[in-house]
């Protein structure tokens, strides 16, 4: 049973009509904000505004990218359980059950804000973006721009990643059985992956976007097979090398669009495709074709929306993967089979990307202090509200990830 709190008092209580008007009644959130004011229920997670610059970055950037800038700053903050939060406001305001639509009166907004103008220095020349917000240039998925838009995310630092991932450094959903813990899974991840492609000793394996090289790696030890990599991420490819001794690999710092000696046994792609582009995705289908031998296998691991969602979405774009697309399953898999591939299988993996990132996020909650000594606060806030609400997103079904196994005729 949820318990009232007290009467609202401070700026909360000047915001206080405006939460009802959006959440069609009691707000799902307590907030509290710098002057000591507060409203709301008093047992849900408590959003505490630390400073009026975090609402002057919500007027100039209205909804998530506001909110998540006011976030990663630390003008804004969540006190208590920062998923059961965010699952309760999109519960409110986007679809669940008995949920109204966000409805705030203008009228009621704007006197609000004039109120608080006169209390606190609210309304003012919109804040500089947080320092962690990607800056690319050039035109949308050019060679240029797709290598600056890798190098934000995956060049943030390789021990940093290994805060996080397993052993394997597989930065992909693993496949979950009962009992596996994440090493466990990514492994048998790897396995499923081998076994589709049919990989034999003294074949040609091609990884497009091999990351820190989980699968090219594993696939030259456990299956014999000569394996190639390509990324656009030197911190990769500096990694790669560094595990690759005694094994027959090979890595690259190539795009996709360059890789030019096909043709090869079996190619496999695991969650690389999203960062392709809406527009280049029929390039990308080709090269897969092209490169893999007649009768030769290709497994596109990929994320997707559900139908309805968007996915990605602002913060995202803004701080993890600028320029990526998703689109639902059905279309990827029409876009590859459209050079010539022909489909064989797919597989959801939604449910086990959630425990995936789960454990990710709980091992990175245990060493928040070394992350922060690593790349700052700021960004290792990103990486939190980047853990949770990705995790959010499987769980409720927005987004999904499927192997998708084609066979060149």
């Given at each position: 049973?949820?318990?009232?709190?007290?009467?609202?008092?401070?700026?909360?209580?000047?915001?206080?009509?405006?939460?009802?008007?959006?959440?069609?009644?009691?707000?799902?959130?307590?907030?509290?904000?710098?002057?000591?004011?507060?409203?709301?229920?008093?047992?849900?997670?408590?959003?505490?505004?630390?400073?009026?610059?975090?609402?002057?970055?919500?007027?100039?950037?209205?909804?998530?990218?506001?909110?998540?800038?006011?976030?990663?700053?630390?003008?804004?903050?969540?006190?208590?359980?920062?998923?059961?939060?965010?699952?309760?406001?999109?519960?409110?305001?986007?679809?669940?059950?008995?949920?109204?639509?966000?409805?705030?009166?203008?009228?009621?907004?704007?006197?609000?804000?004039?109120?608080?103008?006169?209390?606190?220095?609210?309304?003012?020349?919109?804040?500089?973006?947080?320092?962690?917000?990607?800056?690319?240039?050039?035109?949308?998925?050019?060679?240029?721009?797709?290598?600056?838009?890798?190098?934000?995310?995956?060049?943030?630092?390789?021990?940093?990643?290994?805060?996080?991932?397993?052993?394997?450094?597989?930065?992909?959903?693993?496949?979950?059985?009962?009992?596996?813990?994440?090493?466990?899974?990514?492994?048998?991840?790897?396995?499923?992956?081998?076994?589709?492609?049919?990989?034999?000793?003294?074949?040609?394996?091609?990884?497009?976007?091999?990351?820190?090289?989980?699968?090219?790696?594993?696939?030259?030890?456990?299956?014999?097979?000569?394996?190639?990599?390509?990324?656009?991420?030197?911190?990769?490819?500096?990694?790669?090398?560094?595990?690759?001794?005694?094994?027959?690999?090979?890595?690259?710092?190539?795009?996709?669009?360059?890789?030019?000696?096909?043709?090869?046994d079996a190619i496999g792609s695991v969650e690389m495709g999203e960062h392709v582009g809406r527009d280049n995705y029929p390039l990308y289908a080709s090269a897969l074709h092209r490169l893999v031998r007649p009768g030769g296998r290709v497994l596109v691991q990929q994320m997707?929306?559900?139908?309805?969602?968007p996915g990605g979405g602002p913060f995202i774009e803004t701080y993890i993967a600028p320029d990526m697309h998703m689109r639902p399953v059905g279309a990827t898999i029409a876009l590859l089979e459209a050079p010539g591939l022909t489909f064989e299988h797919a597989e959801a993996?939604?449910?086990?990307?959630?425990?995936?990132?789960?454990?990710?996020?709980?091992?990175?909650?245990?060493?928040?202090?070394?992350?922060?000594?690593?790349?700052?606060?700021?960004?290792?806030?990103?990486?939190?509200?980047?853990?949770?609400?990705?995790?959010?997103?499987?769980?409720?079904?927005?987004?999904?990830?499927?192997?998708?196994?084609?066979?060149?005729?």
């Amino acid at each position: 049973m949820t318990v009232t709190a007290p009467a609202a008092t401070g700026a909360a209580g000047v915001l206080a009509p405006l939460l009802r008007d959006l959440f069609g009644g009691e707000p799902p959130l307590r907030l509290r904000t710098w002057d000591g004011g507060s409203y709301g229920p008093a047992d849900a997670p408590t959003v505490v505004l630390r400073s009026p610059r975090a609402l002057r970055r919500v007027l100039w950037s209205p909804g998530e990218l506001g909110l998540a800038r006011a976030y990663v700053t630390g003008e804004l903050d969540v006190e208590g359980d920062l998923a059961d939060g965010l699952r309760r406001v999109r519960e409110a305001v986007a679809g669940g059950p008995g949920a109204a639509r966000p409805r705030v009166d203008r009228v009621r907004a704007v006197r609000a804000l004039l109120r608080l103008l006169g209390m606190h220095s609210v309304i003012g020349r919109p804040p500089a973006p947080p320092a962690t917000e990607a800056r690319l240039g050039g035109r949308p998925h050019s060679r240029v721009r797709d290598r600056a838009a890798i190098s934000h995310h995956y060049d943030l630092s390789n021990d940093f990643y290994a805060l996080i991932l397993d052993g394997s450094m597989a930065y992909s959903s693993a496949f979950f059985e009962p009992g596996d813990t994440l090493a466990d899974a990514q492994r048998r991840k790897l396995d499923m992956i081998c076994r589709k492609l049919r990989l034999e000793p003294g074949m040609r394996l091609l990884d497009v976007g091999c990351g820190w090289g989980s699968l090219v790696l594993h696939a030259a030890r456990e299956y014999g097979v000569s394996a190639t990599g390509a990324t656009l991420s030197g911190e990769q490819k500096a990694f790669v090398e560094s595990r690759s001794a005694g094994l027959d690999v090979t890595v690259r710092l190539q795009d996709y669009r360059d890789v030019a000696d096909g043709p090869y046994d079996a190619i496999g792609s695991v969650e690389m495709g999203e960062h392709v582009g809406r527009d280049n995705y029929p390039l990308y289908a080709s090269a897969l074709h092209r490169l893999v031998r007649p009768g030769g296998r290709v497994l596109v691991q990929q994320m997707s929306r559900g139908a309805g969602h968007p996915g990605g979405g602002p913060f995202i774009e803004t701080y993890i993967a600028p320029d990526m697309h998703m689109r639902p399953v059905g279309a990827t898999i029409a876009l590859l089979e459209a050079p010539g591939l022909t489909f064989e299988h797919a597989e959801a993996m939604g449910e086990h990307y959630v425990r995936t990132v789960r454990e990710w996020h709980r091992t990175f909650e245990s060493r928040y202090a070394e992350a922060v000594a690593l790349v700052g606060e700021e960004m290792t806030r990103v990486w939190r509200l980047y853990l949770v609400g990705g995790a959010l997103a499987f769980e409720q079904g927005r987004m999904d990830v499927h192997q998708v196994l084609l066979r060149r005729p």
